[in-house]
C-alpha cells in the first residue's frame, strides 16, 4: 500500500511543480524520510481511504483529505518546505 500512495503523491507532486520538482528528486526523498512525513504516514494509516478517492477520481474527498492533512503540524512544515523548493 505504501508504494501506491507514493506512487500516487509522486504523479501529483510532478504535476503540481513539473521539473522543478523532479529536479529535486534527492530532496523531496529526505523529505519522505523525514520524522514530519513518518508521523504523517501514521496519522494516515493504510492510505486506503486516499487510494480510493483518487482511484475514483472523488476530488472532493480529496480535497477535505489534503485540508486536514495540512491542518496538522507535519503537514503544514512539509506542505512549506515543497513550496520553498519551487521558489
Known amino acids: ?38 508521523n504523517l504516514k501514521q496519522k494516515l494509516g493504510d492510505g486506503s481511504e486516499i487510494l480510493k478517492a483518487a482511484q475514483k477520481g472523488d476530488s472532493q474527498t480529496l480535497q477535505c483529505l489534503l485540508s486536514s492533512i495540512l491542518q496538522t503540524e507535519e503537514g503544514a512544515r512539509i506542505a512549506r518546505t515543497i513550496s520553498d523548493m519551487l521558489k
Do not use: C, V
Request: aromatic letters at 0%; charged letters at 35%; glycine letters at 6%.
Open 1 to 38: 500500500m505504501d508504494n501506491n500512495l507514493e506512487n500516487i503523491a509522486r504523479s501529483m507532486l510532478k504535476s503540481m511543480g513539473g521539473e522543478k520538482l523532479s529536479e529535486k528528486m534527492s530532496e523531496l526523498n529526505k523529505l519522505a524520510e523525514s520524522k514530519d512525513a513518518q
